[in-house]
Structures are given as structure tokens and as C-alpha cells.
């Protein structure tokens, strides 16, 4: 079973609109996440971490966790061309030392 | 600047040949990780590293060795390389699950 659980699978937004992207933990030992972010012919790149419940804001980027559930969101508002890419979530394993990615979000933001 | 540099970009191997993917990373971190991407499966852990001289088996560690021999480099290791085995490899190295990957190795076994 995926541990790191991601939906949609593919997202189109019109540009100046919003994306919101949702993964889902199913181990409770998966306490910290992060957003990743992978353009065509790029590796990942870290766009933002969440350790805590409730929002974090940067940018025209905002993340929700919510432990209880172990759901987390990414949301980004004003989606711009740029921002199409592959979005993975990831969550880190403590037990293990390592960090669990996702399947990924493809995000096409639309001119 | 501190980055994750994979050698080579490109490679093309035979079936049941020895395939030798590079990695140096200048971020001074101890863990470091190999990656395969392939479409409907993400990334997926082939071997990781806490520091020089340790090797750990990830998720899909069959088929695959890893060396690490210094702090800055990590290679992954294909000794009888199989067509299962064509994908896009990333190498990673990390500190308290903020990852620096590599660019890619795209990796074609005929």
C-alpha cells in the first residue's frame, strides 16, 4: 500500500486561478511533510516544509496540516505558467531516517 | 553554491552489462540517497547512506549496489543491467528531510 497518498493526479487551472493539491499519510510515524516541486528534465526541488498544524504561508503558497488526520494540503493562489510541474508530497519517516515521496500531482496552469 | 552533481546525464547499456551512476554532492551532508523515477510510481528508494563507508537497502534495493567511499560521493552500481532497469535515476543528499537532488541520470538498457 502507498504510504504517501496523492490527488489529484493531474490538475488544470487557469492562470491568475487557484491550485489545491491534497496527499494523505496512512503511518502515523510520518510526522513532518514537505512540497517538492519538479519542472521537465529537472530534479525535485523543496518548495516549502510543514512541521506543525495549521497553515503555512509563503508567497502565493500556502500548506495545511492536520496531524490528526494526516492529511496535508498545498494551495497556490495567482497559478502562473511557471508553476506547471510535477508537485510531490513527502513525508518523513522518523522511525527510518528517510523520506517517503508520493506519486506526484501533475499541475498545468493554462495561458 | 552547494549542489548535487550526477555524471552521466545520458547512458545507454547493454543487457547484462555493469553500469556505474555518479554522484557528488558539496552540501557536507551525511545521508544521501539513490532515487528512480518512473511514470505511475514517483520516486522510489533504491539504497541511501548515512555517512562515508554505510550503505542501507530503500524500498527496491534488487539488482542494485551502492558505495560510498567519502563524505561527497555516492555511486549506484547495475552489475548485470536489465531492460526493467531503463529509468530516470536521482541521487540526493539530505539533512533532516530537506533534500538537494541531482539533476538525473537517464538511463536506457537495451
Known amino acids: 500500500q502507498q504510504k504517501v497518498q496523492q490527488s489529484p493526479e493531474s490538475l488544470s487551472v487557469p492562470e491568475g486561478g487557484m491550485a489545491s493539491l491534497n496527499c494523505t499519510s496512512s503511518?502515523?510515524?510520518?510526522?513532518y511533510f514537505w512540497w517538492y516541486r519538479q519542472h521537465s528534465g529537472e530534479g525535485p526541488k523543496a518548495l516549502m516544509s510543514i512541521f506543525s498544524d495549521g497553515d503555512k504561508k509563503e508567497g502565493r503558497f500556502t500548506a495545511h496540516l492536520n496531524k490528526a488526520s494526516l492529511h496535508v494540503s498545498l494551495h497556490i493562489r495567482d497559478s502562473q505558467p511557471s508553476d506547471s510541474a510535477l508537485y510531490f508530497c513527502a513525508a518523513h519517516d522518523t522511525n527510518a531516517y528517510k523520506v517517503i515521496f508520493g506519486k506526484g500531482t501533475h499541475l498545468h496552469v493554462l495561458p | 553554491e552547494a549542489a548535487v552533481t550526477q555524471s552521466p546525464r545520458n547512458k545507454v547499456a547493454v543487457t547484462g552489462g555493469k553500469v556505474t551512476l555518479s554522484c557528488n554532492q558539496t552540501n557536507n551532508h551525511n545521508n544521501m540517497y539513490w532515487y528512480r523515477q518512473d511514470t505511475g510510481h514517483g520516486l522510489r528508494l533504491i539504497h541511501y547512506?548515512?555517512?562515508?563507508?554505510?550503505?542501507e537497502k530503500g524500498d527496491i534495493p534488487d539488482g542494485y549496489k551502492a558505495s560510498r567511499p567519502s563524505q561527497e560521493n555516492f555511486s549506484l552500481i547495475l552489475e548485470l543491467a536489465t531492460p526493467s532497469q531503463t529509468s530516470v535515476y536521482f541521487c540526493?543528499?539530505?539533512?533532516?528531510?530537506?533534500?538537494?537532488f541531482g539533476s538525473g541520470t537517464r538511463l536506457l538498457v537495451i
Open positions: 540526493a543528499s539530505g539533512q533532516n528531510s530537506d533534500y538537494t
Open positions: 547512506s548515512y555517512g562515508a563507508g554505510s550503505t
Open positions: 503511518d502515523r510515524n510520518f510526522q
